[in-house]
């Protein structure tokens, strides 16, 4: 399996376990950010803050898309 299959397989399972942690490159995929953004606004609190290096939980992450859809950005 691929970089990006496994991305892809973790945003599917995301939907149904919000404990789940996801990678950086899932974390591009459903957000359409880069890697670099995804961490410079993780830095200063425009996203969520790492479970563990390099991941985060899917929960957090699902809540802040809702969050940014609401502002419509």
């Not at 939907?15 to 459903?30: D, F, G, H, V």
């Not at 969520?48 to 899917?58: D, I, T």
Request: aromatic share 6%.
């Amino acid at each position: 399996m691929t970089k990006h299959e496994l991305a892809l397989a973790q945003v599917a399972a995301a939907t149904t376990n919000p404990e789940m942690a996801l990678t950086t490159s899932a974390i591009a995929i459903l957000t359409g950010l880069g890697r670099s953004a995804i961490y410079e606004r993780s830095r200063v609190g425009a996203f969520p803050k790492q479970c563990r290096r390099g991941r985060w939980r899917a929960g957090d992450v699902t809540a802040w898309l809702r969050g940014e859809e609401a502002r419509g950005t």
